[in-house]
Each structure stands twice: as structure tokens, then as C-alpha cells.
């Protein structure tokens, strides 16, 4: 394989990723997902410290997870207290990027034939969150409490490699921030230590493209909006 090939490769890598949100319930075999993580472990972290932990949720455990999590989720008033706890989205939205929020939203829903009236609706698409899209496997990840911001920098970049390395094996991914309101959950149902934090959820598996859902491309801004070039 030349340079050219390489390079091609790696961008189609990058660049085919995208948030699936409906998957076939074909398998994915342990080895593959073991393997999937060995190359993303190679993500930079500072003074190689390494702060990613993974749980990998299949079968009847993954099963348990959602049915937990859906049972709160569907009761207002037990899951109003249930609280995230960092934040991750801004606590004041400005523009540029509440206008991008809401555009992906408004298109996602437009593409499933949800109005802006249809809450019901809205809520159990959210929902499907919890049940990993359907995916065959759930990935839960977690931070060790004593570290700081820079390691969650880096488990960024661990994270962005297991999306990429899923594509180039035919596979596909969803990151889900919507776990963290649930951690409470999440930490009695698979015994976390108290010592470790959830970083975020992740469906995994291969993509039923079928499903309309899964023709949303999300726009990026051109280089020339965010880069600044300097001589």
C-alpha cells in the first residue's frame, strides 16, 4: 500500500464516522472488540498515564443495564433527580453553537416525522439512548476520580480512536453523553468503585441502513471559520 492509499484510508476512516442510531443485531465477535481497543490504546496521554477504563456490556448484562436505566428515565419524577455530575454542555447556549445544536436535533426529528409538539415522540427517541441503539454491544467508560482535566483531554483522543478504528473495520459507533445523567445507576448495576467517575456511553456494532434515521449527515464548518493561518 503507497502513501496515497494511506492517506485515503485513514480519511475515509475519519471521515465515513458518524453517530449511527439504529443497529443490526449482528455480532461482534470478542476478539474484534478486543483488538478495536488494543489500537486505540495507543491514544497520546500525559506522561503516558492512561486514564481510559472500559466496560464492554453484551448480552444479558447490556440488557440489564438499559432495562434500568429506561425504567428511571420513563418516570419523570424519579429521574428529575438524577443529575449529571460534570457538566458537559454550556450552561448559558450562544451562537454559533446552540444554532448547531438545535439544527442537528430539528433534523434529526424531521427525518423520523417528529414535530415539535410530539413530546412523546421526542421522548422515546431520547430513550433509545439506553438501549444502545439496539446495538449488540454497550461500551461504558469511566475516569479514575484523582485525575484532572487534562486526562480527560486525553481520554478524548482514546475514545475518537475507537471510532475510527471501528470504521476501518466495518463496524460503526455512537457516543452517548446522555449516560452521565444516570450514573447512579450505571454504578450499581455493573458495582463501580467509588473511586471511578462515568466519562460517557457508547453504542457499537454494524449499522442498519435501513433505518432513515441513518442517513443524517451533520454539516462541519469550513476550515476558514475556525482556523486562523499566521506567517
Known sequence: MNQSTHQQAVDQAITSRRSIRAFLPTLVPREEIEALLEVAARAPSG????????YVLTGAVRKQLSDAILKVYLNPDEAASHKEEYVYY????????????????????????????NKTGMQAQHGRNYAFFDAPVGLIFTVDRVLEQGSWLDYGMFLQNIMVAARARGLDTCPQAAFTQFHRVIADTLGL??????????????????KTENTLVTERAPVSHFAKFME
Do not use: F, I
Request: glycine content about 10%.
Open 193 to 210: 468503585p467509588d473511586n471511578e467517575q462515568l466519562v460517557c456511553g457508547m453504542a457499537l456494532g454494524y449499522a442498519d441502513h435501513s
Open 90 to 117: 454550556p450552561r448559558e447556549w450562544v451562537a454559533p453553537y446552540v444554532d448547531r445544536r438545535r439544527k442537528v436535533g430539528w433534523d434529526l426529528y424531521a427525518l423520523l416525522g417528529l414535530t415539535r409538539g
Open 47 to 54: 506522561s503516558n498515564t492512561q486514564p481510559w477504563k472500559v
